[in-house]
């Protein structure tokens, strides 16, 4: 079993930054990419982005690219999700996900290609 903590979720006015970490535990592996889903209430549930520990490659959600920065932890297994610019708009429960069978070349962007979830910490932007 994996298990993903979230934290550093709060609130912010509109136009700061916050910061999200998460750290896996558990079970460890060779090949594999963390990231970030959110969802707003009423709204479907979207990707943020990932990166991988096997190549480093990076992926972008729509919504927030540009705004945003993928980077690993110092501890081992822990990501952290750099966000600027922030707006209402990004108001949502993120997610920190895991994706333990990562192979390079393949693009993960959906929810199903990820196998483990965090319980998900809020952020909040005032407007």
């Known amino acids: 079993q994996v298990q993903l903590v979230e934290s550093g979720g709060g609130l912010v006015q509109t136009g700061g930054s916050l910061r999200l970490s998460c750290a896996a535990s558990g079970r460890t592996f060779r090949n594999f990419a963390m990231g970030w889903f959110r969802q707003a209430p009423g709204k479907e549930r979207e990707f943020v982005g990932a990166i991988s520990w096997t190549d480093g490659v990076k992926f972008y959600g729509d919504s927030m690219r540009g705004r945003l920065t993928l980077s690993k932890g110092d501890a081992k297994d822990t990501v952290h999700l750099q966000m600027t610019d922030l707006t209402p708009e990004d108001t949502a429960v993120y997610y920190c996900?895991?994706?333990?069978?990562?192979?390079?070349?393949?693009?993960?962007?959906?929810?199903?290609?990820?196998?483990?979830w965090g319980r998900g910490t809020q952020v909040t932007v005032s407007s």
């Open positions: 996900v895991i994706q333990t069978v990562y192979t390079p070349g393949a693009i993960y962007r959906v929810a199903t290609d990820y196998d483990y």
